[in-house]
Every structure is written in structure tokens, then in C-alpha cells.
């Protein structure tokens, strides 16, 4: 089946800091990926829409200057945190929708850990 | 606004016996998808099972099938022959023409040896 990469799998960083977290589509491409949060024993919730070439449509409730998404190509999309805060810390999932549309496969996950 | 109910935060089985698991959604519109994704301790989301909603005929994957009742707006997943390997959090999940999927609560299925 499809495969989708995150990198890293998992960062800790000091608090103020950015972090970035690619995310790939290896064998396929991916004209849409989306970005998901999920705390722990929780759902995942969505963050933002990531569009190839176009900008990220976000989500309610969601700041677009701190959770930065950029969809360069049709097989990599990247979420910056900027300026990481404790509360930040969680758990980020990718996905990508192939051309066919009807399914998204998940990335493996980044945990993220602001100190 | 679309929602996804999944009213059994845990549910445990017995090696070898069967489980169903309860999802309900709320939706106006008519063509839709839903899905059952796993999430294993790894936190991989896997796809088990995939259903139409223009389709009548209930998706099957090997010891997964689903009973999909369209006017009752139920997706319950039925896991057969259950597996120590299946143990996992379960999501039910909508997807409609936007394709941005809404998850439910999750369920946590334990296995018992």
C-alpha cells in the first residue's frame, strides 16, 4: 500500500525554539496532505488542509502563524512550529490524499516535546 | 455539522471470539465514506475498512466487515476470530466531499489471552 514518511519521529526542544516536521508521500503523490494533532488517549483532531502550490486552509481555533505549513512539491509538505511553547507538546500526524482521492494514508507521527 | 459517535471507550474480548465495535455519524449529506482505522501502541494508523455510502453491500477485510445501516446513520465494525495483534484503539471515521476525515473518540479494544 501507499507510504507516507514523517520526519522527525520524534524532537525535544527548548521552549521559544521552531521546529519543523516533514512529511512525504513516497510512492505516490499527494495533491493534498493534512495535518492532525492528537493528545494523548484523545482523537485526532484536524489542524490544517495543505494544498500543493496553494496556501494551507486551517482549521478553527487554529493559528496560522504559529503552525506554519508549506506544500512545496506533490510529495512533501512541512508543519514549522514557531516559537514552541510547553503547550505544544504533542503528538503530530500527517496524511496524504493520492490522486484517486478517496483515501488518506498516515504517517508514522511525530511526537514533539517542548521544554 | 458533521459528527462522529463513538460511545464505547473500551471494549475487551476473548481470544478467538467476536467483537463489534459501535460508531454513529450524523450527516446530511448523501455521498459519503467511512472508515475504520487501528492505531496499535506504535500510534501507525492503519486503514482496516473502507465503505461507501452509495453502496449497499457491507464491506468485508478478511475477519473485519462492517454492518453499514445508512438511515440509521450506524457503521459498527464486527472483528471475527479476534487476535491478540488486533488489540489497538479503534476509529470510526466520516469523510464527505471535502475530504477532510472526522474521527470519532476512538475506542480501545483489549484482547484476552
Known amino acids: 500500500g501507499a507510504v507516507v514518511s514523517q520526519h522527525p519521529s520524534r524532537v525535544i526542544c527548548k521552549s521559544g525554539t521552531s521546529v519543523k516536521i516533514e512529511c512525504r508521500s513516497l510512492d505516490f503523490q499527494a495533491t493534498t496532505m493534512f495535518w492532525y494533532r492528537q493528545f494523548p488517549k484523545q482523537s485526532l483532531m484536524l489542524m490544517a488542509t495543505?494544498?500543493?502550490?496553494?496556501?494551507?486552509?486551517?482549521e478553527q481555533g487554529v493559528e496560522k502563524d504559529k503552525f506554519l505549513i508549506n506544500h512545496a512539491s506533490l510529495t512533501l509538505s512541512t508543519l514549522t512550529v514557531t516559537s514552541a511553547h510547553p503547550e505544544d507538546s504533542s503528538f503530530y500526524i500527517c496524511s496524504a490524499r493520492d490522486l484517486q482521492g478517496q483515501t488518506q494514508y498516515f504517517g508514522p507521527g511525530t511526537r514533539l516535546l517542548v521544554l | 455539522a458533521q459528527t462522529v459517535t463513538q460511545s464505547q471507550p473500551e471494549m475487551s474480548v476473548q481470544e478467538a471470539e467476536t467483537v463489534t465495535l459501535s460508531c454513529t455519524y450524523d450527516t446530511s449529506e448523501s455521498d459519503y465514506y467511512l472508515f475504520w482505522y487501528k492505531q496499535p501502541p506504535s500510534r501507525q494508523m492503519i486503514l482496516v475498512i473502507r465503505q461507501e455510502a452509495y453502496k449497499q453491500q457491507n464491506a468485508t477485510e478478511n475477519r473485519f466487515s462492517v454492518n453499514f445501516q445508512k438511515a440509521a446513520k450506524s457503521f459498527s465494525l464486527k472483528i471475527s476470530d479476534s487476535q491478540l495483534g488486533d488489540a489497538a484503539m479503534y476509529f470510526c471515521a466520516y469523510r464527505a466531499g471535502t475530504y477532510k476525515y472526522i474521527f470519532g473518540t476512538g475506542t480501545r479494544l483489549k484482547v484476552l489471552a
Open positions: 495543505s494544498n500543493e502550490g496553494s496556501k494551507a486552509t486551517y
